[in-house]
């Protein structure tokens, strides 16, 4: 699980822009974005700099947080 601070993340639409970015790059992983804490949490199997580099190609800017195994 790895979780990511996205303060530009403000409304549903960003929520579903980094959700179809992080499935691009990881189908099978769960997405759980919380708009009021700027948290994204993605679980399950996935390459984290993927991930990140999805995310800032979607126009967001993530702050990796933690990484839990």
């Known amino acids: 699980m790895t979780s ?24 099978e992983a769960s997405v759980l974005c919380d ?7 993605v679980s399950g199997t996935h390459d984290d700099k993927l991930v990140e ?3 800032k ?3 967001y800017t993530p702050v990796r947080q933690s990484v839990t195994k």
Do not use: L
């Not at 990511?4 to 970015?21: A, E, L, R, W």
């Not at 708009?35 to 949490?41: G, Q």
């Open 53 to 55: 580099k999805a995310i």
């Open 35 to 41: 708009v009021a804490t700027h948290t994204v949490t």
């Open 4 to 27: 990511f601070q996205v303060i530009d993340m403000t409304c549903n639409h960003c929520v579903k822009s980094i959700t179809t970015s992080v499935h691009s790059v990881a189908p």
């Open 57 to 59: 190609e979607a126009g």
